[in-house]
């Protein structure tokens, strides 16, 4: 069940001392379960996520039901949680995020914000607009085939 269901895209900076401040819209549903804690990572490409403490939990109760004998396993479990951090907005809803992943993610000055479900991308605006730019031209094909002709869920449900 989500408790949240973000919605957005949204056009930040990024200071020189690795802080975005949220947009009021974005805060807004954010913490209309009170969240005001976030846990930020690495994305899986080059971009990182926000979550919301709570969503951070439930995730972190899936992944720790791995069985950590198996290499894969334990290669995703290091992936996810390198450089997770905790983080918590200041006075002025900024956020600071951590070097390593400011540097992991390519961000520099402008920053792409893309919410949806539960989480919250964020993104270099340069590598946002390239992964954009990138959009196959038989999306529509792979829409069918990730939703199945009737519109709910895969076939491998």
């Known amino acids: ?23 009021a819209n974005l805060m807004r549903q954010l913490t209309i379960k009170g969240t005001q804690d976030f846990m930020v990572n690495r994305g899986f490409e080059t ?7 709570d969503v951070w939990d ?3 109760k899936e992944l720790n039901q791995l069985n950590i004998y198996i290499n894969k396993n334990r290669q995703v ?3 996810f949680y390198r450089g997770a951090t905790r983080i918590k907005p200041d006075a002025s809803d900024r956020v600071l995020l951590p070097k ?8 520099e000055k402008e920053v792409m914000l893309f919410a949806y479900q539960e989480q919250v991308e964020i993104w270099a605006k340069a590598a946002y607009e390239q992964n954009l730019s990138n959009e196959p031209e038989n999306f529509a094909q792979i829409a069918e085939e990730v939703f199945g002709f009737g519109g709910h869920g895969s076939d491998n449900e």
Request: glycine share 6%.
């Open 77 to 79: 479990l290091r992936y």
């Open 100 to 107: 390593t992943l400011i540097e992991y993610a390519g961000i």
């Open 47 to 53: 971009h990182l996520m926000l979550y919301p403490l």
């Open 58 to 60: 439930r995730k972190t």
């Open 1 to 23: 069940m989500n408790m949240f269901q973000l919605t957005g895209e949204y056009e930040c900076k990024i200071d020189a001392k690795g802080r975005i401040k949220l947009p």
